[in-house]
Every structure is written in C-alpha cells, then in structure tokens.
C-alpha cells in the first residue's frame, strides 16, 4: 500500500472508525481441542491463535525452579500472516515480543502453587494488521483461563499512538507504519494495574496521559469481550 495523503478525513480514519474506537473484536475461548486453554482472537484483521499447556513437568528439567512455576511465552508469525513472506523462525522481534507478553502476563498468575512446574504459551499469528502482540495477550490470557490455571485477574491489551497529529486507538498497519507515535499497553483491567507498556515515537506529556487513559478505557472493553468468550463456554460470573 502506497502512503496515504492523509490517515485522517473528516475526523474518520482509514477503515471509517472514529479516533477513540476499537476496530471489531471476536473472541472464541477453546479453540483448539488437544490444548489444555486455547483462544482464537480477531482483532480487524488481526487473526491470532494462543494455546496453553500445562502446568506440567518442566523439560529441560534443569531450568524448573524449587519455588514457582516458569511461564514460557512463544510468539510466532505464521509465514503467509504478513504482505512479504515472513521467513519462519525466530527472530529478534519476536524473541522481543515473546519477552513482553510473559511480563504482561506474569503478574496475573499465582505461580507460586505450581512449584518445578512449566506453563507454555504459545501465540501464532496467522494474519497480521499490526497490534498482534496485543491481539496476543488478549487471546493468551483467554486461553490461561481457559485451562483452568487460576488468575489474579484477566490482562487485556490494545495499543494507541498518535497519526495525523490525533490520538488514534488500535492501530491498524497503515497507521503503525506512517503515523508518528505507537504505544502498545496491557493491563489487569479490575486492579487496573499496567503490566506492558512500550512506546515507539513520542508523546508529550498531555498527550501521554490522554492516550493512557484512552488505552485503559479500551482494555475495559476488550475485557469484557474476554469475559463474554469464557461465558459463553462456561457460563462463569453467576446470575450476571
Ligand atoms: O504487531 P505489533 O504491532 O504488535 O508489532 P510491530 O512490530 O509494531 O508490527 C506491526 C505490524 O507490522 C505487524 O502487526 C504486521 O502487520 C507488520 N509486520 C510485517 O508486515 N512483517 C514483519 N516481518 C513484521 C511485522
């Protein structure tokens, strides 16, 4: 796609959505049947997958821990996800994007009852449309909870940044690639702690804030489309 003039007419991006609206969500908790939690996510075009196994016995077993369980995060991008074939493999971005999205997730699980244990998750990005380390929190911690591993809370994640001078919310491609600002955030929604917080470009500081809290008003909804999928398999939260 060549550059746009313009990412914003008329106060309406790209693809029609307002500056503060997230693009469409759908979210199916156990989407997998021989994982132990599983979640697909569509976030736009974003189409992600995350699989849960464990808690099981460590391998190698050298790097169990007498303490807590070790929760491994492995972010892959399928080769046929991205307009240029992907080669397949890790590299330095996903090595980096598996790093954070154990932090995001981290502090939402009780470790500690699940000593010499592993938790593996792993996240397959089968479309990308930027925001796919989000994408894959989100379906992640659907998956965690999926599996019957008890949580703190869910964390959920969107990113907001700033594109033709506008605080924008979950950025699609064109406008991660040419807007100026990108600023991926989870966090655990109902402690409303943040847990990932990247930044790529800069804000000043008003517009830091009022992305912040544009992020965190967006992971309220992405929650509650989170809970919605876990609901509708299990019928969670009572009478509600
Ligand atoms: O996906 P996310 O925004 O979390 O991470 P990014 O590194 O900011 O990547 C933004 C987007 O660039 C991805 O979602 C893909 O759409 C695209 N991308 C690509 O086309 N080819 C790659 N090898 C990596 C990313």
């Known amino acids: 796609m060549e550059k746009p003039e313009q990412l914003i007419v008329d106060g309406k991006r790209l693809d ?4 503060e609206e997230l693009r469409p969500i759908k979210i199916v908790a156990g989407a997998l ?3 132990d939690g599983s979640a697909y996510i569509e976030m736009g075009n974003n189409k992600v997958i995350a699989a849960v196994y464990g808690p099981r016995e460590m391998h190698p077993r050298h790097e169990a821990q007498p303490d807590f369980a070790v929760l491994r995060c492995r972010y892959t991008m399928a080769p046929f996800s991205v307009e240029e074939r992907k080669r397949p493999g890790p590299d330095r971005r996903s090595i980096e994007i598996s790093k954070v999205i154990r932090e995001a997730l981290q502090p939402a699980l009780f470790l500690e009852l699940y000593p010499r244990a592993v938790i593996d998750v792993f996240i397959e990005v089968l479309q990308a449309d930027a925001g796919t380390r989000t994408a894959g929190i989100n379906a992640a911690a659907v998956a965690l909870a999926d599996a019957g591993i008890p949580m703190r809370d869910l964390v959920s994640a969107v990113a907001v940044g ?12 064109a406008e991660d690639q040419w807007g100026t600002t990108d600023m991926p955030v989870a966090m655990m929604p109902r402690k409303k702690a943040i847990t990932l917080l990247q930044m790529d470009g800069h804000f000043t ?3 830091f804030k009022r992305a912040l809290d544009l992020a965190m008003r967006g992971c309220e909804q992405i929650y509650e489309a989170q809970r919605r999928a876990l609901k509708e398999k299990y019928a969670v939260g009572g009478t509600e």
């Open 162 to 173: 700033k594109v033709d001078n506008t605080i924008v919310i979950d950025l699609m491609k």
């Open 16 to 19: 029609g959505r307002a500056p």
């Open 205 to 207: 500081e008003e517009e």
């Open 33 to 35: 049947g021989r994982a």
